[in-house]
């Protein structure tokens, strides 16, 4: 394959030889500390320097779209599992939900449980994908996904259901009133911290 791993005698040699720039071109000769041989994955060595960037390009864009995929379902029920809509779509959970323990678990817990089964598969596919991009070592691929997670995280759970709850709270006023949205968002925030108090707790 076009790749090799040199082995040297002392850490600030192999540092060293790391650090140089060994051909004129910048794609013909890369160097990098290599990972250790059960950390490898070995059919991403052979990738050219050219694929890998376009593999990049491809899995940005791949999780770009997974990102407002799951905003819109996320969206969709934050703004139906709140109890009052609950009960005005299914009028045969009333009782059940009038009675106070019931009714305590399922606004403490349930729009989190949701969000969670949405999550669940999640870093599997960020796994995935981050094995497609080309990178040669399983610990920098485990960071690569671990670093989508988390871009998923800010914008998906923080503010997609910071926001799109807020929204949903107060669309009949922003209807309305479509001026005063700014103050009728900074009203319905607050009530949102309830739902990401949980939400860790319940992780």
Not at 58 to 79: D, E, G, H, Q
Not at 106 to 135: D, H, N, T
């Amino acid at each position: 394959v076009a790749a090799a791993i040199a082995v040297f005698n002392s850490r600030p040699a192999a540092a060293m030889a790391s650090q140089v720039m060994h051909s004129e071109y910048g794609n013909a000769w890369q160097s990098s500390a290599a990972p250790e041989p059960r950390d490898m994955v070995w059919e991403n060595l052979a990738l050219p320097s050219s694929q890998r960037l376009l593999r990049r390009l491809f899995v940005a864009s791949m999780v770009a779209i997974t990102i407002l995929f799951y905003m819109i379902p996320i969206a969709f029920i934050s703004a139906l599992i709140s109890l009052d809509n609950l009960k005005k779509k299914l009028p045969f959970l009333k009782p059940l939900m009038e009675m106070p323990l019931v009714n305590t678990a399922l606004q403490a817990y349930l729009p989190q449980l949701v969000l969670l089964v949405f999550i669940f598969l999640l870093p599997s596919l960020l796994l995935k994908l981050s094995s497609f991009e080309g990178i040669p070592s399983k610990a920098i691929r485990d960071r690569a996904a671990a670093g989508k997670f988390f871009y998923f995280n800010v914008f998906n759970i923080f503010l997609g259901v910071t926001i799109a709850g807020s929204l949903f709270t107060s669309l009949k006023g922003i209807i309305d009133n479509p001026q005063s949205i700014i103050s009728l968002l900074s009203e319905s925030l607050p009530g949102q911290a309830s739902f990401f108090i949980s939400f860790v707790a319940l992780r």
